[in-house]
């Protein structure tokens, strides 16, 4: 227990009456290495959620750490907000990335966070509109259970509903419509209702990150041609899934046809530093390169396409796109697929294992009727592993497991197996017959 008059950090989601009761200064974050993370009684942790989701390439890799040091000796703060003087690193920076990403998606607008980008993607949209005289064009179609951040429009495209009750009011122009493989119906019929000139954007995760629900490329390319047939923006959240995770830069690059804008976070900087981008489509950069009211888009904050941020998104493109890499993620998660599977094939509280890269989910069901475990037991078997030494997240009946891409065989294995322990040591204390 941590004693509440002298710790002063507010921080998580978690009530910090819960947390402050259940945790303990021992269990404080002091150092990392490789795959693992260290806390201040010594205790190493197997970080299978890559702290949340972005320390991709584990927290000792020197490569992104010695840029980053470089750039503190030639510049270590710059803005691209205002002014005519953007960090030189981070105009490289931009143009690297864009390099890696499907060839109408070349302008690249640079943020902290996911949610910021998210939120700059809907509003981008709509000025667009109002820059191109569709003025009454600012709806915005997201899809049920769908997460892409919090803030007033960023927690309204996310698609939980209890976050909308405790949080309003929030931006009530978006509508949230069934995913699946109903997707594509779900917005067309959203569309006949609004009428096409209502509507300015979809935004959507090609792989939904709260249950690891992943949508195919011709579901993908079927919504892309029916909104560009519309003139209705496709909008990629891709914070999770870019910039490697899925053994790709983005799944927007197996398309047919790409997206109007993509969503990157995440991974971009390995977690080494905040980092996050939005990549827009030639027409509308075009569009509102020279606006007829010779307004810039007015979206960004102080610490936007930081050099520092820059310097490591640089280093960790080098790794991302050397030979081989992304087909080494591509390997190993499949072969973390087979040993999660051997591992666990006799648990009958076990289902499935999907996704793909170093994005997987691990199915957990109640064995006497097969239905998914509550989230709240998923969060109690987290924890569980977290005192068996194996960081991981948690979800509605899914346990995510994002390990860094650079997990090796024999940590797969030893995520294998301190999960097949926990997860029986679990069911017979705390489920029973279930």
């Known amino acids: 227990m941590i004693d509440r008059s002298t710790y002063h950090a507010w921080h998580g989601i978690t009530p910090m009456g819960e947390f402050l009761a259940e945790s303990d200064p021992d269990m404080f974050l002091v150092g990392g290495d490789g795959s693992y993370a260290v806390d201040q009684a010594g205790r190493r942790y197997l970080d299978a959620r890559s702290s949340m989701w972005n320390v991709t390439l584990g927290y000792s890799c020197e490569p992104v750490k010695a840029a980053m040091r470089r750039q503190l000796d030639e510049l270590p703060s710059g803005t691209v907000m ?9 105009v490289r920076y931009a143009a690297a990335l864009a390099a890696t990403l499907p060839p109408t998606l070349r302008h690249i607008r640079f943020g902290n966070t996911g949610s910021q980008m998210t939120e700059a993607a809907g509003m981008l949209s709509r000025f667009h509109r109002r820059m191109t005289g569709e003025t009454g064009r600012d709806r915005i179609i997201a899809v049920h259970g769908s997460y892409h951040g919090t803030g007033p429009l960023a927690t309204a495209l996310t698609g939980e509903q209890i976050l909308h009750e405790w949080s309003a009011p929030l ?41 690891l629900h992943a949508a195919s490329v011709d579901q993908l390319a079927a919504l892309i041609d029916y909104c560009r047939a519309r003139n209705i923006h496709v909008v990629a959240d891709e914070v999770t899934t ?6 790709a830069m983005t ?26 981008a939005l990549a827009v489509a030639d027409p509308i950069f075009d569009a509102l390169a ?38 080494g993620v591509r390997d190993r998660g499949r072969q973390l697929c087979d ?14 294992v999907r996704g793909e890269g170093m994005l997987l989910g691990l199915e957990l069901r109640y064995r006497d009727d097969g239905t998914p475990w509550t989230v709240r037991d998923v969060y109690r078997l987290r924890l569980a592993c977290r005192d068996n030494g194996l960081l991981t997240s948690y979800s509605d009946g899914v346990m995510p497991l994002l390990p860094p ?25 705390h489920l029973g017959a279930r």
């Open 290 to 327: 020279e606006p007829p009211f010779r307004l810039g888009f007015p979206n960004g904050s102080t610490t936007d396409g930081h050099p520092l941020g820059a310097a490591a998104g640089l280093a960790v493109l080098e790794i991302l796109t050397a030979d081989g890499f992304l087909d």
């Open 339 to 352: 040993i999660l599977r051997d591992t666990l094939a006799d648990d009958p509280h076990v289902g499935d």
């Open 242 to 247: 870019g910039a490697g995770r899925v053994a």
């Open 82 to 90: 205002r002014y005519e003087h953007p960090p030189r690193v981070t």
């Open 405 to 429: 891409l650079t997990i090796s065989t024999d940590e797969c294995a030893e995520l294998a197996g301190i999960l097949g322990k926990t997860i029986t040591a679990y069911a017979a204390e």
């Open 251 to 276: 799944v927007s690059e197996r398309l047919p046809s790409p997206p109007d804008m993509i969503v990157l976070g995440k991974g971009l900087s390995a977690g080494y530093f905040p980092l996050a």
């Open 171 to 211: 931006d009530d122009r978006v509508v949230h419509v069934v995913g699946g493989d109903g997707l594509l119906d779900a917005v067309a019929g959203v569309v006949d209702r609004l009428g096409a000139s209502q509507v300015t954007a979809v935004i959507v995760e090609p792989v939904m990150g709260n249950y």
